[in-house]
T-cell receptor, first 115, second 112 residues
């Protein structure tokens, strides 16, 4: 059973460009979470999605950031007009749909560098 | 904000037990204690969780005090590969899962 997959693993963008980060959850998982980790800091929650729905986006910056989890295909975190402060590791996690206590399984992350 | 407090760093000799404490004095009755770790720059890895009873799995043991205001993660025989940042997190476990709120964690250094 493949784990959470993220691509690309490393992404370099110039200021003003767009960054697209992809996350494929574990098989059978329909909950996806995005977290951001700035250098030397802990992980910060950004957004929680189920298929075709945003459940909680309380951690998302109000501008330039968006996320989706379509019926088919991976979840996408999109950052428009990137700035140097967006440089960070972005982690995706997934959890199953069934009841009970849920562990979140994390992917290896995408390291975004804005030059 | 995180609802837990942990020491910023700890050392442990290889082969010895590593005991990582966590305070969660404001924990609610329906909140679980979860432990994750992050090795170097990898994605966090789930370790264990519990509500009020002590728990054990192949990775670790979790001891929760009777009043549930603190807990200890025990790695019974630490290895060099256990060097990581360990995060203690409290969260409500529902049918619809909720976000994880990470604090600053404990940086565990296992030395030979």
């Amino acid at each position: 059973n493949a784990g959470v997959m993220q691509n690309p693993r490393h992404l370099v963008r110039r200021r003003g460009q767009e960054a697209r980060l992809r996350c494929s959850p574990m098989k059978g998982h329909s909950h996806v979470y995005w977290y951001r980790q700035l250098p030397e800091e802990g992980l910060k929650f950004m957004v929680y999605l189920q298929k075709e729905n945003i459940i909680d986006e309380s951690g998302m910056p109000k501008e330039r950031f968006s996320a989706e989890f379509p019926k088919e295909g991976p979840s996408i975190l999109r950052i428009q007009q990137v700035v140097r402060g967006d440089s960070a590791a972005y982690f995706c996690a997934s959890s199953p749909i069934t009841g009970g206590s849920h562990e979140q399984y994390f992917g290896p992350g995408t390291r975004l560098t804005v030059t | 904000d995180a609802k837990t407090t942990q020491p910023p760093s700890m050392d442990c000799a290889e082969g010895r037990a590593a005991n990582l404490p966590c305070n969660h004095s404001t924990i609610s009755g329906n909140e679980y204690v979860y432990w994750y770790r992050q090795i170097h720059s990898q994605g966090p890895q789930y370790i264990i969780h519990g509500l009020k009873n002590n728990e054990t799995n192949e990775m670790a043991s979790l001891i929760i005090t009777e009043d549930r205001k603190s807990s200890t993660l025990i790695l019974p025989h630490a290895t060099l590969r256990d060097t990581a940042v360990y995060y203690c997190i409290v969260r409500v476990a529902l049918v619809s899962a909720d976000k994880l709120i990470f604090g600053t964690g404990t940086r565990l250094q296992v030395f030979p």
